[in-house]
């Protein structure tokens, strides 16, 4: 039996000028095919990059990696040929080709394009919660599991209680160093 695969972030490469459409195509193709439980969320990474025109500064929103993609998705064979056989899409990044599944972007990758632009690799309102049963992947309490008691969603910290030693206890942890189960 396969083991279950965790959510993870791919590039994708698409078309440079078609980056919008892809998005806007993939979504549509996970939502008409029903795979919202392997295909979560389509981000097209820009930044605001300040313009001075004739004395007027300008807020111009610009991709970051033109003619990419990013797609956090759980990597089945189904959803991979979704992702494959949108129109626009011309693969993945960190395939070898030949039927090879790509490889993920490592968190911290992840963590610094998505912080650029406001937003983290965990969805909050979706995933964490008080109560909610979550895995540090990393820091010194790795490994362990936790339940959620609150979150600082400031200062991006998370207040959990582990079991250490048979004993219920309260730690903190940085967001980035959980995983929801």
Request: glycine fraction near 8%.
């Amino acid at each position: 039996m396969q083991e279950q695969e965790e959510k993870r972030w791919y590039v994708v490469n698409t078309y440079s000028g078609h980056e919008e459409a892809v998005k806007e195509k993939l979504e549509m193709r996970t939502e008409s095919m029903g795979m919202q439980n392997n295909i979560f969320r389509v981000i097209l990474p820009k930044i605001n990059e300040v313009e001075v025109k004739d004395g007027v500064k300008k807020v111009k929103e610009k991709l970051m990696f033109p003619g990419y993609i990013l797609v956090e998705m759980i990597m089945s064979d189904e959803a991979w040929y979704i992702v494959r056989n949108t129109p626009g899409v011309t693969g993945f990044i960190g395939s070898s080709g030949k039927g090879a599944k790509p490889t993920p972007l490592l968190p911290q990758e992840v963590d610094k394009i998505l912080g650029s632009m406001g937003l983290t690799r965990v969805d909050y309102n979706n995933e964490l919660k008080p109560g909610v049963r979550v895995k540090i992947i990393g820091g010194p309490f790795k490994d362990m599991f936790g339940v959620i008691e609150s979150i600082d969603q400031e200062n991006q910290k998370i207040n959990l209680d582990v079991d250490l030693f048979g004993q219920s206890t309260s730690i903190e942890v940085e967001l980035s160093q959980v995983m929801p189960m």
